[in-house]
């Protein structure tokens, strides 16, 4: 079965800092790796998905195969940023399970003065 | 676009008693899943409604179902509620079942049981 770790519950940098949120992943096929995010009060939304190798709001995340990771990153901290990270996978198109994600358990991002 | 909208947003029940959640999805979306999560867990899959059937299922009891119906808003039932069974419940929803798409989610249900 699936399986997505996020080693890191809480994680706190100085703003301008950099950052790297640690997700790593088990599962034998192709998966699809996402970040979703959670700021204060509001829905989890999509943060970003390595299919589309976009850079959302600074961050940037590299699928590693090899090591069976999906870290997600950013240069520079902001204040803004301090939120709840989730890493997720999913089986991939085709598989018949394509839509359905496995979360890990969190990590809250805190970016301080 | 509301986007996906949930009802109610916090709801306390008794041991042994029944509840429904209640989710709308996001305008031009036809597939709506359930997630369970319970307090500094990140979300568990329970189901997933397309087309008004049951299309993939988490490991959850049977004391959890679902209904989709025609305008493909769903209900989510749990019945013989455990303590255990206190958690946010979100709706997501997408655009496709086949496809890997970015799913939506509601603000969720706070169910507490006493």
């Known amino acids: 079965a699936q399986r997505v770790t996020q080693p890191e519950k809480l994680l706190s940098v100085f703003k301008g800092a950099p950052v790297e949120l640690k997700c790593n992943y088990s599962?034998?096929?192709?998966?699809?790796l996402f970040w979703y995010v959670q700021y204060s009060r509001q829905r989890l939304q999509l943060l970003l998905r390595?299919?589309?190798?976009?850079s959302i709001k600074g961050f940037t995340a590299d699928l590693n195969k090899g090591e069976t990771s999906f870290h997600l990153k950013k240069p520079f901290a902001q204040e803004e940023d301090s939120a709840m990270y989730y890493c997720a996978l999913s089986e991939g198109w085709g598989t018949g399970t394509a839509s359905k994600l496995t979360f890990g358990t969190g990590t809250r991002l805190q970016v301080t003065l | 676009d509301a986007g996906v909208t949930q009802s109610p947003t916090h709801l306390i029940k008794t041991r042994g008693q029944q509840v429904t959640l209640r989710c709308s999805p996001k305008s031009g979306h036809d597939t709506v899943s359930w997630y369970q999560q319970a307090l500094g867990q990140g979300p568990q899959f329970i189901f997933q409604y397309y087309e008004e059937e049951e299309r993939q299922r988490g490991n959850f009891p049977d004391r959890f179902s679902g209904h989709q119906f025609p305008n493909y808003s769903s209900e989510l039932n749990v019945n013989a509620l455990l303590l255990g069974d206190s958690a946010l419940y979100l709706c997501a929803s997408i655009p496709s079942l086949e496809l890997v798409e970015e799913a939506f989610f509601g603000q969720g249900t706070r169910l507490t049981v006493v």
């Open positions: 390595h299919i589309s190798r976009e």
């Open positions: 599962y034998s096929g192709s998966p699809e």
